[in-house]
């Protein structure tokens, strides 16, 4: 018997469902399928996200995964430009969720917008705005700004990104999972003072797991790739300040003593801390 996953339907957005606290059934291997589609697409893969979502919607019957998996194919479509296609991946997800997927309408009023559709965009616009008012649960009510940012970063709408982001954190501040999420934008936008002061904050939230150090590891090491233009660890170690060392070292050791387990993280702590 295949075994199921168990979350709850914060990560699905939709008021109704929210408020009584669905929970989802797809399994766990279509469970991180999603996820990884999801991150391909945050990554602006977006072939590779299609090929993903693509296949979720063959192989997984759940109605979640029916859901995300329209979802995520409508936002990949959008990166490659196939609006037509995007609409008709959001209509199938709105219909699964009985028309109560913010994200759907939300990657539809997208589509619409490129396709010079903008009364119906504009309407899909005010149909998330009546979907978020009827959302009296607190907490998700933020879930779902944070993952209309999501959204808003996969389309590079940085702008509206932060902005949602921070109606997010503003709704629920006790969140670390929004500070993660902030320090990752700001990561891919090489603004690496900002992004840890982020990723501090959701430490002092008490996020103080495995996660969020291999987060953090990861983060110093692009810093340096990206600041001396190399991914050989010999030559990083060379040109390297002494204070760079001990930050990524300080990171990389916390990591290791939480349990990561990591190859190219263990080759740097040998070459690279002492």
Excluded: W
Excluded at 32 to 53: I, K, M, P
């Amino acid at each position: 018997m295949m075994n199921t996953k168990t979350i709850l339907l914060f990560t699905l957005l939709t008021p109704a469902s929210l408020q009584a606290q669905q929970l989802i059934t797809m399994s766990n291997k279509c469970f991180r399928e999603v996820q990884a589609g999801n991150r391909q697409n945050s990554d602006g893969q977006y072939e590779e996200a299609l090929a993903t979502f693509t296949k979720i919607l063959k192989d997984c019957s759940a109605k979640d995964a029916k859901e995300e998996g329209n979802v995520g194919l409508a936002v990949a479509s959008n990166g490659l430009k196939q609006y037509e296609s995007a609409v008709t991946a959001a209509n199938n997800a709105i219909k699964v969720s009985k028309k109560k997927s913010v994200m759907a309408y939300y990657a539809r009023s997208y589509a619409y917008d490129n396709l010079g559709r903008k009364e119906d965009a504009r309407a899909d616009l005010e149909t998330i705005t009546s979907l978020t008012k009827k959302n009296k649960n607190v907490k998700a009510r933020a879930a779902m700004y944070a993952r209309l940012a999501q959204l808003d970063f996969q389309l590079n709408k940085s702008a509206e990104a932060d902005s949602n982001l921070t109606r997010a954190m503003e709704i629920d501040p006790e969140n670390p999972a929004f500070y993660i999420q902030k320090g990752d934008m700001l990561v891919k936008a090489e603004q690496y003072d900002q992004a840890f002061n982020a990723y501090d904050k959701a430490v002092n939230l008490g996020k103080n797991d495995l996660e969020i150090y291999q987060i953090r590891t990861e983060a110093r090491l692009k810093e340096m790739h990206q600041k001396y233009g190399t991914t050989d660890i010999k030559e990083l170690s060379g040109r390297m300040t002494a204070q760079e060392k001990r930050n990524l070292c300080a990171e990389s050791q916390k990591a290791s003593e939480l349990g990561l387990k990591n190859l190219q993280l263990d080759l740097l702590s040998s070459m690279i801390c002492e």
